[in-house]
Nanobody, 118 residues
Framework: VQLQASGGGLVQPGGSLRLSCAAS????????MRWYRRAPGKQRDLVAA???????NYPDSVKGRFTISRDNAKNTVYLQMNNLKPEDTAVYYC?????????????WGQGTLVTVSS
């Protein structure tokens, strides 16, 4: 069972990126799916979350710029990031609550680097 994140890269201020994170390996069910980020020298912060019913939640720092979505058939969560700012530079991690092996598990992806710079 693993989470594979992709989509990071270098983008200019005002640009856009779309991150993807796919869960694989015999997962029976997934509840909440989340994206976190850790900027250099800072703590890890929640960027977006989406529950099993598709309801999103965002902190004020990204509200109106980032959109989280999920494809339950593919066990995949996405993060569309628009109007990116230099302060969005960070390693982005996906996180899901997954049911497999008769128990719920807290799964983390490997992280994908987003750099916003001119």
């Amino acid at each position: 069972v693993q989470l594979q994140a992709s989509g990071g890269g270098l983008v200019q201020p005002g640009g856009s990126l779309r991150l993807s994170c796919a869960a694989s390996g015999g997962i029976f069910s997934i509840r909440t799916m989340r994206w976190y980020r850790r900027a250099p020298g800072k703590q890890r912060d929640l960027v977006a979350a989406i529950d099993s019913g598709g309801k999103p939640n965002y902190p004020d720092s990204v509200k109106g710029r980032f959109t989280i979505s999920r494809d339950n058939a593919k066990n995949t969560v996405y993060l569309q990031m628009n109007n990116l700012k230099p302060e969005d530079t960070a390693v982005y991690y996906c996180n899901v609550d997954a049911f497999y092996g008769l128990a719920w598990h807290d799964l983390w992806g490997q992280g994908t680097l987003v750099t916003v710079s001119s």
